[in-house]
């Protein structure tokens, strides 16, 4: 097959807070031809992620900066148009990290085959793929979650969250989840929230909390930072759990944070705070995706994507997640 040219999303701009459409640019590339060992892919699905946020700026970190004038990259799922690797064949789907593009070239080790008969291609970027593992690498692997504890999830009706609300009802434990309106506090009940705040309304979050959790919190998964922090520090039982997934909340401000005022509970109640990032527990994902593909099919977890169209809309997808505009996995369709 020959393909001259495809169109890739470049960064064009660093946003200052909150980014807008002109911090993108959409242009054309050509496709090289393929040497020995390489595939030709088309992307089916690309996924957009909080933690790209933290890509636009110029510093170090666990993943390098995105470059102005360069295309951004993160998971993305394909099928193999053309290949001259023994590993892949025309037809093959493949998970990768060559997302905001239509198409690519890439050697065959920098690709992934996924079996779609346990999943269907997208969920390998949401529920069987990176945000469901964070959910189960964090409850299970950093707060070591126990039947009978209550969790306090925030950004519940979130790729992450969803995920993470319905694996602490499956371990048997009490869930206490936080969203920003009453659609998706309605699904949260739904998958078995044992209470739902909607933090948008509730006022005073731990008084809200606390009416949530009378006996208190065991766990908190750490979404969002800020008064959700705050409420959950205020709430944590003795010897408490927090593990520190993301900080959504800050990722576009434009001043420091103010830390939790009530920081120093952590020393009265002997809490635990770990931050983690799922890449560090990769040699578990095989674990996982045993769990995961056996929950699915036995109808166990439930999953909602949030689905926009084509490549143009890939910018409006990842700003539309600080904005709450998606209820599960938000997902661009590229094919
Ligand atoms: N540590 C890791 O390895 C790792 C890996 C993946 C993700 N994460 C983190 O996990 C969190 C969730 O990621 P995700 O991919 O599942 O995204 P997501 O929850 O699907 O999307 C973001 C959601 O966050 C909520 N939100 C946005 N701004 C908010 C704010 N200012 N205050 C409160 N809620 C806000 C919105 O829902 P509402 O309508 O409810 O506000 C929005 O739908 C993020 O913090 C992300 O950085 C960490």
């Given at each position: 097959m020959f393909l001259e040219s495809t169109r890739e999303v470049r960064l064009a701009s660093r946003?200052?807070?909150?980014?807008?459409?002109?911090?993108?640019?959409?242009?054309?590339?050509?496709?090289?031809?393929?040497?020995?060992?390489?595939?030709?892919?088309?992307?089916?699905?690309m996924s957009v992620d909080p933690y790209m946020r933290g890509r636009m700026v110029d510093r170090e970190s666990y993943v390098p900066p995105f470059q102005i004038g360069k295309p951004l990259d993160g998971g993305a799922v394909g099928e193999v148009l053309e290949s001259t690797s023994p590993r892949f064949k025309v037809g093959d789907v493949v998970l990768h990290q060559f997302g905001w593009r239509e198409h690519f070239v890439a050697a065959d080790t920098q690709v992934h085959a996924v079996d779609t008969r346990l999943?269907?291609?997208?969920?390998?970027?949401?529920?069987?793929?990176?945000?469901?593992?964070?959910?189960w690498t964090g409850l299970t692997r950093i707060a070591h979650i126990k039947a009978g504890e209550t969790?306090?999830?925030?950004?519940?009706?979130?790729a992450v969250g969803a995920i993470a609300v319905q694996i602490a009802?499956?371990?048997?434990?009490?869930?206490?989840?936080?969203?920003g309106n009453e659609e998706k506090a309605a699904w949260l009940r739904e998958l078995g929230?044992?209470?739902?705040?909607?933090?948008?309304?509730?006022g005073d979050l731990t008084a809200a909390l606390k009416a949530a959790a009378p006996e208190?919190?065991?766990?908190?998964?750490?979404?969002?930072?800020?008064?959700?922090?705050?409420?959950?520090?205020?709430v944590l039982k003795p010897n408490g759990r927090v593990a520190v997934c993301g900080m959504i909340e800050q990722y576009n401000a434009t001043e420091a944070p103010k830390g939790p005022s009530n920081i120093a509970l952590v020393i009265m109640k002997r809490l635990r705070l770990e931050g983690f990032i799922v890449s560090d527990h990769w040699g578990a994902y095989p674990e996982f995706v045993a769990l995961m593909a056996k929950w699915l099919a036995e109808g166990k977890i439930q999953t909602r994507e949030t689905i926009r169209e084509g490549l143009e809309a890939a910018p409006d997808a990842f700003i539309g997640l600080f904005r709450g505009e998606n209820t599960g996995k938000m997902l661009v369709r590229l094919s």
């Open positions: 946003p200052t807070g909150t980014p807008t459409a002109a911090n993108f640019e959409i242009a054309s590339t050509p496709v090289p031809p393929l040497k020995a060992g390489e595939v030709l892919v088309k992307n089916l699905w999943a269907p291609p997208q969920a390998w970027l949401g529920a069987i793929g990176m945000t469901g593992m964070t959910a969790v306090f999830v925030s950004a519940a009706s979130g009802k499956l371990q048997g434990c009490r869930v206490v989840a936080s969203v929230a044992d209470a739902v705040i909607n933090y948008r309304t509730a208190g919190i065991d766990v908190y998964f750490e979404n969002v930072g800020g008064a959700h922090l705050e409420a959950a520090l205020n």
